[in-house]
Protein backbone atom coordinates (compact mmCIF):
# COMPACT_ATOMS: atom_id res chain seq x y z
CA UNK A 1 0.00 0.00 0.00
CA UNK A 2 2.30 2.35 -0.94
CA UNK A 3 0.09 4.96 -2.20
CA UNK A 4 -1.10 5.09 1.63
CA UNK A 5 2.34 5.65 2.53
CA UNK A 6 3.00 8.70 -0.03
CA UNK A 7 -0.22 10.48 1.46
CA UNK A 8 0.05 10.21 4.58
CA UNK A 9 3.97 10.75 5.12
CA UNK A 10 3.99 14.32 3.89
CA UNK A 11 0.89 15.43 6.10
CA UNK A 12 2.51 13.89 8.87
CA UNK A 13 5.20 16.08 8.87
CA UNK A 14 2.97 18.67 9.88
CA UNK A 15 1.16 17.29 12.20
CA UNK A 16 1.28 18.10 16.40
CA UNK A 17 3.17 14.74 17.77
CA UNK A 18 0.47 13.32 19.83
CA UNK A 19 -1.47 12.51 16.02
CA UNK A 20 1.85 11.32 14.40
CA UNK A 21 1.97 8.11 16.40
CA UNK A 22 -1.31 6.52 15.15
CA UNK A 23 -0.60 7.98 11.74
CA UNK A 24 3.20 5.69 12.22
CA UNK A 25 1.12 2.30 13.43
CA UNK A 26 -0.63 2.65 10.19
CA UNK A 27 1.98 3.49 7.66
CA UNK A 28 4.27 0.62 9.73
CA UNK A 29 1.13 -1.93 8.98
CA UNK A 30 0.71 -1.11 5.47
CA UNK A 31 4.34 -1.38 4.96
CA UNK A 32 4.21 -4.95 6.68
CA UNK A 33 0.73 -6.22 4.62
CA UNK A 34 1.50 -8.67 2.56
CA UNK A 35 2.00 -6.85 -0.64
CA UNK A 36 0.32 -7.89 -4.77
CA UNK A 37 1.89 -9.19 -7.78
CA UNK A 38 4.93 -6.84 -9.06
CA UNK A 39 2.84 -4.39 -11.75
CA UNK A 40 3.45 -5.38 -15.23
CA UNK A 41 6.46 -3.91 -17.06
CA UNK A 42 5.15 -1.53 -19.17
CA UNK A 43 3.01 0.26 -16.05
CA UNK A 44 6.32 0.49 -14.51
CA UNK A 45 7.22 2.82 -17.73
CA UNK A 46 10.23 0.50 -18.33
CA UNK A 47 9.50 -1.97 -21.41
CA UNK A 48 13.19 -3.52 -21.03
CA UNK A 49 12.22 -4.54 -18.05
CA UNK A 50 12.95 -8.79 -17.06
CA UNK A 51 10.51 -10.94 -16.58
CA UNK A 52 10.20 -11.54 -12.76
CA UNK A 53 12.88 -13.80 -11.32
CA UNK A 54 12.06 -13.46 -7.41
CA UNK A 55 12.11 -17.17 -7.16
CA UNK A 56 15.99 -16.77 -8.07
CA UNK A 57 17.56 -14.28 -5.61
CA UNK A 58 18.33 -15.17 -2.28
CA UNK A 59 17.62 -12.79 1.00
CA UNK A 60 21.24 -12.55 3.18
CA UNK A 61 20.27 -10.26 5.83
CA UNK A 62 16.57 -9.31 7.09
CA UNK A 63 15.84 -6.40 9.98
CA UNK A 64 15.69 -2.69 10.38
CA UNK A 65 19.61 -1.14 11.73
CA UNK A 66 18.15 1.35 13.00
CA UNK A 67 15.71 -0.57 15.38
CA UNK A 68 18.80 -0.28 18.53
CA UNK A 69 19.65 3.24 17.81
CA UNK A 70 16.59 5.90 18.93
CA UNK A 71 13.43 3.97 19.11
CA UNK A 72 10.49 4.38 17.04
CA UNK A 73 11.70 8.10 15.73
CA UNK A 74 14.70 6.44 14.49
CA UNK A 75 12.66 3.21 12.95
CA UNK A 76 10.13 5.20 10.49
CA UNK A 77 12.72 7.51 9.50
CA UNK A 78 14.84 4.44 8.08
CA UNK A 79 11.76 3.08 6.73
CA UNK A 80 10.89 5.82 5.06
CA UNK A 81 14.16 6.28 3.75
CA UNK A 82 14.44 2.86 2.54
CA UNK A 83 11.02 3.10 0.35
CA UNK A 84 12.25 6.60 -0.99
CA UNK A 85 15.34 4.47 -2.21
CA UNK A 86 13.53 1.66 -3.33
CA UNK A 87 11.00 4.06 -5.04
CA UNK A 88 13.48 6.15 -6.66
CA UNK A 89 15.77 3.35 -8.06
CA UNK A 90 12.63 1.19 -9.43
CA UNK A 91 11.85 2.25 -12.81
CA UNK A 92 15.86 3.18 -13.21
CA UNK A 93 16.81 0.36 -15.53
CA UNK A 94 19.89 2.27 -16.88
CA UNK A 95 21.17 4.35 -14.00
CA UNK A 96 24.64 4.87 -15.74
CA UNK A 97 23.28 7.54 -18.50
CA UNK A 98 25.30 10.34 -18.65
CA UNK A 99 25.25 13.18 -20.88
CA UNK A 100 27.20 13.89 -23.69
CA UNK A 101 29.54 16.49 -22.23
CA UNK A 102 30.37 14.23 -19.42
CA UNK A 103 32.11 11.80 -21.82
CA UNK A 104 33.33 15.08 -23.50
CA UNK A 105 35.41 15.93 -19.93
CA UNK A 106 36.38 12.21 -18.83
CA UNK A 107 37.91 11.32 -22.28
CA UNK A 108 39.49 14.31 -22.52
CA UNK A 109 40.95 14.52 -18.78
CA UNK A 110 39.89 11.29 -17.03
CA UNK A 111 40.55 9.07 -19.19
CA UNK A 112 44.39 9.83 -19.51
CA UNK A 113 44.94 9.32 -15.65
CA UNK A 114 43.15 6.38 -15.47
CA UNK A 115 45.84 4.99 -18.20
CA UNK A 116 48.56 5.29 -15.53
CA UNK A 117 46.60 3.05 -13.51
CA UNK A 118 46.54 0.25 -16.34
CA UNK A 119 43.00 0.95 -16.86
CA UNK A 120 40.72 3.21 -19.65
CA UNK A 121 37.40 3.31 -17.42
CA UNK A 122 35.84 2.06 -13.67
CA UNK A 123 34.84 -1.45 -15.32
CA UNK A 124 38.59 -2.38 -16.10
CA UNK A 125 39.91 -1.06 -12.63
CA UNK A 126 37.37 -3.18 -11.43
CA UNK A 127 38.66 -6.15 -13.21
CA UNK A 128 41.99 -5.67 -13.14
CA UNK A 129 41.48 -6.02 -8.81
CA UNK A 130 39.63 -8.85 -9.22
CA UNK A 131 41.76 -10.74 -11.98
CA UNK A 132 45.06 -9.90 -9.17
CA UNK A 133 42.18 -11.39 -6.56
CA UNK A 134 41.42 -14.24 -8.57
CA UNK A 135 45.63 -15.02 -9.42
CA UNK A 136 45.97 -14.76 -5.33
CA UNK A 137 43.08 -16.64 -3.98
CA UNK A 138 43.87 -19.81 -2.21
CA UNK A 139 40.46 -21.87 -3.60
CA UNK A 140 38.68 -22.27 -6.44
CA UNK A 141 36.74 -21.19 -7.51
CA UNK A 142 37.39 -17.60 -6.40
CA UNK A 143 34.60 -16.10 -4.33
CA UNK A 144 33.81 -11.99 -4.63
CA UNK A 145 30.59 -9.93 -3.28
CA UNK A 146 29.37 -6.63 -4.53
CA UNK A 147 27.97 -4.70 -2.15
CA UNK A 148 25.17 -2.40 -3.76
CA UNK A 149 24.89 -3.92 -6.91
CA UNK A 150 21.86 -2.30 -8.14
CA UNK A 151 20.85 -3.98 -11.61
CA UNK A 152 24.08 -6.12 -11.72
CA UNK A 153 25.20 -4.28 -14.68
CA UNK A 154 28.62 -3.27 -13.73
CA UNK A 155 29.14 -6.32 -12.85
CA UNK A 156 28.09 -8.28 -15.70
CA UNK A 157 30.68 -6.52 -17.52
CA UNK A 158 33.24 -6.90 -15.52
CA UNK A 159 33.28 -10.52 -15.36
CA UNK A 160 32.70 -10.43 -18.98
CA UNK A 161 35.74 -8.72 -19.36
CA UNK A 162 37.85 -11.10 -16.65
CA UNK A 163 35.81 -13.85 -19.28
CA UNK A 164 37.71 -11.88 -22.51
CA UNK A 165 40.46 -12.41 -20.81
CA UNK A 166 40.32 -15.88 -19.78
CA UNK A 167 39.21 -16.39 -16.37
CA UNK A 168 36.25 -17.95 -15.88
CA UNK A 169 36.84 -19.33 -12.29
CA UNK A 170 35.41 -17.22 -10.12
CA UNK A 171 31.31 -16.48 -8.21
CA UNK A 172 30.53 -12.71 -7.50
CA UNK A 173 27.89 -12.12 -5.21
CA UNK A 174 25.85 -9.06 -5.94
CA UNK A 175 24.47 -8.00 -2.90
CA UNK A 176 21.49 -5.10 -3.27
CA UNK A 177 18.08 -3.67 -1.38
CA UNK A 178 16.02 -3.68 -4.35
CA UNK A 179 14.27 -6.95 -5.81
CA UNK A 180 13.41 -5.01 -8.67
CA UNK A 181 16.78 -3.83 -9.54
CA UNK A 182 18.21 -7.46 -8.72
CA UNK A 183 15.48 -8.99 -11.33
CA UNK A 184 17.36 -7.13 -13.85
CA UNK A 185 20.69 -8.72 -13.01
CA UNK A 186 19.21 -12.05 -12.87
CA UNK A 187 17.90 -11.66 -16.69
CA UNK A 188 20.71 -9.64 -17.73
CA UNK A 189 23.24 -12.46 -16.51
CA UNK A 190 21.17 -14.93 -17.67
CA UNK A 191 21.29 -13.26 -21.34
CA UNK A 192 24.91 -12.50 -21.09
CA UNK A 193 25.75 -15.91 -20.25
CA UNK A 194 26.85 -15.71 -16.59
CA UNK A 195 24.49 -17.37 -14.66
CA UNK A 196 26.78 -19.49 -13.23
CA UNK A 197 29.51 -16.56 -12.11
CA UNK A 198 26.87 -13.71 -11.29
CA UNK A 199 24.61 -14.56 -8.26
CA UNK A 200 22.13 -11.59 -7.44
CA UNK A 201 21.58 -11.44 -3.35
CA UNK A 202 18.78 -9.04 -1.51
CA UNK A 203 20.09 -7.68 1.56
CA UNK A 204 20.48 -4.06 3.56
CA UNK A 205 24.47 -3.66 3.45
CA UNK A 206 23.63 -1.65 6.66
CA UNK A 207 22.94 -5.03 8.21
CA UNK A 208 25.04 -6.92 5.98
CA UNK A 209 26.96 -9.66 7.36
CA UNK A 210 29.03 -11.91 5.40
CA UNK A 211 28.36 -15.56 5.19
CA UNK A 212 31.58 -16.51 4.09
CA UNK A 213 35.53 -15.29 3.35
CA UNK A 214 35.72 -12.99 0.31
CA UNK A 215 38.40 -12.54 -2.00
CA UNK A 216 37.71 -9.24 -3.15
CA UNK A 217 34.84 -7.16 -2.12
CA UNK A 218 33.49 -4.62 -4.74
CA UNK A 219 31.30 -1.40 -4.17
CA UNK A 220 30.44 0.93 -7.19
CA UNK A 221 29.18 4.07 -6.43
CA UNK A 222 27.00 2.60 -3.44
CA UNK A 223 29.15 3.84 -0.70
CA UNK A 224 27.26 7.06 -0.64
CA UNK A 225 24.25 5.52 0.46
CA UNK A 226 25.27 3.48 3.41
CA UNK A 227 24.04 4.80 7.22
CA UNK A 228 26.03 2.20 8.78
CA UNK A 229 29.80 3.00 7.24
CA UNK A 230 31.47 1.93 10.31
CA UNK A 231 29.64 -1.35 10.80
CA UNK A 232 30.49 -2.53 7.19
CA UNK A 233 33.76 -1.41 7.10
CA UNK A 234 34.41 -3.63 10.40
CA UNK A 235 32.54 -6.40 8.32
CA UNK A 236 34.57 -6.19 5.09
CA UNK A 237 37.29 -6.22 6.67
CA UNK A 238 36.29 -9.17 8.83
CA UNK A 239 35.33 -11.55 5.74
CA UNK A 240 38.09 -10.72 3.46
CA UNK A 241 41.12 -13.57 2.60
CA UNK A 242 44.44 -12.29 4.34
CA UNK A 243 45.18 -11.15 0.62
CA UNK A 244 41.75 -10.46 -0.38
CA UNK A 245 41.36 -6.84 -1.91
CA UNK A 246 38.47 -4.22 -1.08
CA UNK A 247 37.95 -2.05 -4.77
CA UNK A 248 35.89 0.73 -4.71
CA UNK A 249 34.71 3.67 -6.83
CA UNK A 250 32.29 6.32 -4.92
CA UNK A 251 31.70 9.50 -4.12
CA UNK A 252 33.81 11.26 -1.31
CA UNK A 253 32.74 14.52 -1.25
CA UNK A 254 30.46 16.62 1.19
CA UNK A 255 27.46 14.74 2.61
CA UNK A 256 24.45 15.41 0.61
CA UNK A 257 27.15 15.61 -2.51
CA UNK A 258 26.41 19.40 -1.41
CA UNK A 259 29.97 21.39 -2.02
CA UNK A 260 32.04 23.11 0.75
CA UNK A 261 32.39 26.70 0.81
CA UNK A 262 35.77 26.98 -1.28
CA UNK A 263 34.30 25.10 -4.14
CA UNK A 264 30.77 26.46 -3.93
CA UNK A 265 31.88 30.04 -4.43
CA UNK A 266 33.73 29.10 -7.65
CA UNK A 267 30.62 26.65 -8.99
CA UNK A 268 28.89 30.26 -8.36
CA UNK A 269 31.21 32.28 -10.29
CA UNK A 270 30.98 30.38 -13.28
CA UNK A 271 27.33 29.30 -12.68
CA UNK A 272 27.17 33.46 -13.98
CA UNK A 273 28.37 32.60 -17.40
CA UNK A 274 25.28 30.11 -17.96
CA UNK A 275 22.94 31.05 -20.89
CA UNK A 276 19.66 30.97 -18.18
CA UNK A 277 18.20 27.97 -20.14
CA UNK A 278 21.20 25.93 -18.99
CA UNK A 279 20.27 26.40 -15.76
CA UNK A 280 17.11 24.55 -15.81
CA UNK A 281 17.77 21.45 -13.89
CA UNK A 282 16.56 18.23 -15.73
CA UNK A 283 16.06 16.02 -12.92
CA UNK A 284 14.09 18.14 -10.24
CA UNK A 285 12.14 19.99 -13.12
CA UNK A 286 13.58 23.57 -11.51
CA UNK A 287 14.85 26.71 -12.50
CA UNK A 288 17.54 27.83 -10.48
CA UNK A 289 18.86 30.99 -11.95
CA UNK A 290 21.15 30.99 -8.76
CA UNK A 291 22.86 27.95 -7.82
CA UNK A 292 21.07 26.45 -5.32
CA UNK A 293 23.65 23.87 -3.31
CA UNK A 294 21.36 21.04 -2.73
CA UNK A 295 21.05 18.78 0.04
CA UNK A 296 20.45 14.93 -1.81
CA UNK A 297 20.25 12.72 1.32
CA UNK A 298 16.88 14.99 2.59
CA UNK A 299 15.13 11.95 1.46
CA UNK A 300 16.68 8.09 0.83
CA UNK A 301 20.16 8.02 1.67
CA UNK A 302 21.46 10.00 -1.53
CA UNK A 303 25.44 10.99 -0.18
CA UNK A 304 24.00 10.34 3.54
CA UNK A 305 27.29 9.71 4.89
CA UNK A 306 29.59 10.89 2.00
CA UNK A 307 32.33 12.76 3.94
CA UNK A 308 32.54 10.24 6.33
CA UNK A 309 33.59 7.57 3.48
CA UNK A 310 37.41 8.89 2.90
CA UNK A 311 38.26 8.68 6.50
CA UNK A 312 36.64 5.80 7.83
CA UNK A 313 38.88 3.96 4.77
CA UNK A 314 42.25 5.49 5.99
CA UNK A 315 41.07 4.56 9.35
CA UNK A 316 40.37 0.97 9.02
CA UNK A 317 42.32 -0.54 5.49
CA UNK A 318 45.86 0.19 3.64
CA UNK A 319 45.66 1.64 0.45
CA UNK A 320 47.21 -0.46 -3.12
CA UNK A 321 45.28 2.15 -5.26
CA UNK A 322 43.86 6.07 -4.99
CA UNK A 323 42.67 7.98 -7.70
CA UNK A 324 40.70 11.21 -6.25
CA UNK A 325 39.27 13.63 -8.93
CA UNK A 326 37.03 16.28 -9.78
CA UNK A 327 34.65 19.06 -7.11
CA UNK A 328 33.93 22.09 -8.84
CA UNK A 329 33.25 20.64 -12.72
CA UNK A 330 30.65 18.12 -11.34
CA UNK A 331 27.39 20.20 -11.54
CA UNK A 332 28.23 21.23 -14.90
CA UNK A 333 28.71 17.54 -16.29
CA UNK A 334 25.82 15.28 -14.39
CA UNK A 335 22.45 14.67 -15.22
CA UNK A 336 20.94 17.82 -13.98
CA UNK A 337 22.39 20.28 -16.03
CA UNK A 338 24.68 18.43 -18.40
CA UNK A 339 22.39 17.78 -20.79
CA UNK A 340 21.97 21.46 -21.72
CA UNK A 341 25.67 21.82 -23.08
CA UNK A 342 26.46 20.32 -26.58
CA UNK A 343 29.90 18.72 -26.81
CA UNK A 344 29.84 19.90 -30.35
CA UNK A 345 29.88 23.56 -29.63
CA UNK A 346 33.54 25.23 -29.28
CA UNK A 347 31.87 27.72 -26.87
CA UNK A 348 30.44 24.78 -24.29
CA UNK A 349 33.57 22.62 -24.56
CA UNK A 350 35.87 25.78 -23.37
CA UNK A 351 33.70 26.21 -20.44
CA UNK A 352 33.90 22.96 -19.31
CA UNK A 353 38.56 23.30 -20.43
CA UNK A 354 38.62 26.40 -17.90
CA UNK A 355 36.41 24.71 -14.87
CA UNK A 356 38.38 21.77 -15.17
CA UNK A 357 41.23 23.70 -15.45
CA UNK A 358 40.11 25.72 -12.19
CA UNK A 359 39.55 22.53 -10.59
CA UNK A 360 42.20 20.66 -11.08
CA UNK A 361 44.74 23.20 -10.50
CA UNK A 362 42.64 23.80 -6.91
CA UNK A 363 42.88 20.01 -6.34
CA UNK A 364 46.90 20.31 -6.52
CA UNK A 365 47.22 22.73 -4.85
CA UNK A 366 45.27 21.15 -2.10
CA UNK A 367 42.88 24.26 -1.79
CA UNK A 368 39.66 22.15 -3.04
CA UNK A 369 39.30 18.42 -1.98
CA UNK A 370 38.34 15.44 -4.60
CA UNK A 371 34.39 14.44 -4.35
CA UNK A 372 35.53 11.26 -6.20
CA UNK A 373 37.81 8.24 -5.66
CA UNK A 374 38.70 4.75 -6.75
CA UNK A 375 40.61 2.66 -5.26
CA UNK A 376 42.13 -0.72 -4.05
CA UNK A 377 42.04 -1.32 -0.35
CA UNK A 378 44.20 -4.30 1.49
CA UNK A 379 43.90 -5.48 5.27
CA UNK A 380 46.24 -4.64 7.23
CA UNK A 381 48.84 -5.29 7.52
CA UNK A 382 50.44 -4.50 3.88
CA UNK A 383 53.81 -4.18 2.66
CA UNK A 384 53.16 -3.14 -0.37
CA UNK A 385 53.61 0.02 -2.32
CA UNK A 386 50.32 2.68 -3.10
CA UNK A 387 49.92 4.47 -6.45
CA UNK A 388 48.76 7.45 -6.57
CA UNK A 389 48.18 9.99 -8.97
CA UNK A 390 50.69 12.64 -8.56
CA UNK A 391 50.36 13.80 -4.79
CA UNK A 392 47.28 13.28 -4.15
CA UNK A 393 47.49 10.72 -1.49
CA UNK A 394 44.41 9.31 0.74
CA UNK A 395 45.37 11.91 3.96
CA UNK A 396 45.94 14.85 0.94
CA UNK A 397 42.59 14.60 -0.23
CA UNK A 398 40.69 14.83 3.17
CA UNK A 399 38.33 17.74 3.47
CA UNK A 400 38.06 18.32 7.54
CA UNK A 401 34.39 19.66 8.08
CA UNK A 402 34.80 23.26 9.97
Known amino acids: ?3 LDRRLTPLA ?5 PLKAPLRRLVRAAAEAPTAAPAPASLLHAESLPEPAAAEIETVTTGNPAADEAGDAAVDDYAERVRREREIFAGQVDINILPPIFHYWSHTYLRPKLEEFGCANP ?27 GNCDTEVRVAQ ?7 HDFVLECVDINPLMLERGVALARDSGLSEQIVPLLGDFNAWQAPRRYDAVMANQSLHHVLRLEHLFAAIEDCLQPQGRFVISDMIGRNGHQRWPEALAIVREFWAELPRHYRYHRQLAHQWDEFVDFDCSGEGFEGIRAQDILPLLIERFDFERF ?56 RRPYAGPTQVWRHLTPRHCLRVPD
Not at 123 to 149: C, I, K, M
Not at 331 to 346: E, K, M, N, Q, T
Open 323 to 378: FAFANVIDPFIDRGFGGHFDADSARDRDLVDRIHARDEAGLLAGTLKPTHAMAVLR
Open 13 to 17: RHLPE
Open 161 to 167: ILAARGV
Open 123 to 149: DEFFANALQAAVQDAQARPARFVSLGA
Open 1 to 3: MIW
